[in-house]
């Protein structure tokens, strides 16, 4: 088990050398149901440029609205076309990479209804964040930024699946497992697609140990985009509301994660994903080692896991006489001691 503290107290973010990726099998049976390509033209899809959107939200907005038009192509079983897609992805990491942190914390605000293309395009803001930690250039967070988008596109031969409130059945499972070499294949047919994209899209639920689905692949035969993308998806799911259980906190998402088997992802990606995205995010609410309970209201950028809060609750859940903000970045403060919900009577 990977624990948080070790995270804490290591950050070489060097990169590893990227292995190179090995495509799977098709399974030919799979494959040849598979209609042909209709002949008739497909809609057209827009092509004057798309303009720089003013805030984080229009972004994030129209990358979903571009997400799904791709997702209903492929219900449709017509050639999927990626439109404005890059453009867009190219702005997300334009933005992330200039510092601008609202997009990561819009992605995982929790607000709006689960759907596949919102997901993607949470994913995306993350990865991408998790991406510049890594010292990745431009050009690669783009493809990191399609492909998280469009992670989910083989869910569309069994999307029932991602609104189950209940336990899969077996034949469920099975269904649910072959999603990934279902999306290679409709990226395949994108003329525009590139080829990492096929790779990430097929391999992102695969594990560095070989835990993971559908080809029980290991670090060394799939590529480190894909490894990133696989972490960034499985934190995204963690830290929203499902139809069948409800969200953690980002804290207790990462411990889930750092907890997992060894070696399922690979520390340095730990690290990265754990100096990306704030442990406690502004407006959570958090227990001091005196017991004291309070809510984050800012981060210092030297120690983002030690934010300024502001204390409104005592041990026993009185509210106190007064309001007072400490930052826990000061060599005596308390340390937090865990995340709790909301409390009652807090606005």
Known sequence: MVRISELLQSHNRRSEPQAAAVSPEPDQAAASAFRPLPEPEDPPVRTEPYQPRENAYGLLEAIVGEAARCFDEARMERRLRLGALPELSEQLVARI??????????????????????????????????????????????????GAVLNDLGMVRCSHLAFASGALTAEEREELLDHPA???????????APRVLE??????????????????????????????????????????DRPHRPRVASAEAVRTLSGARRGTFRRELLRALLDAVPLYPVGSWVQLTGGDVGRVVAHRPAAPQCPVVTLFFGPSGEPLPRSRTVDLAGAEAPAIERAVSAPAGSS
Request: with cysteine; net charge negative.
């Open 182 to 192: 279902w999306g290679r294949r409709l990226a395949e047919r994108c003329p525009d």
């Open 199 to 240: 790779d990430m899209i097929a391999q992102e639920h695969e594990r560095a140990d070989g835990s993971g689905y559908p080809d029980g692949l290991r670090a060394e035969d799939m590529p480190e985009d894909a490894q990133l993308l696989g972490l960034a998806d499985c934190f995204e799911a963690l830290t929203h």
């Open 97 to 146: 990479a200039g510092g601008d942190r609202s997009l990561v914390s819009l992605a995982f605000a929790g607000d709006g209804e689960f759907s596949l293309e919102r997901h993607g395009a949470n994913v995306a803001a993350l990865a991408v964040r998790v991406g510049c930690e890594l010292g990745w250039r431009a050009p690669r967070l783009v493809d990191v930024a399609l």
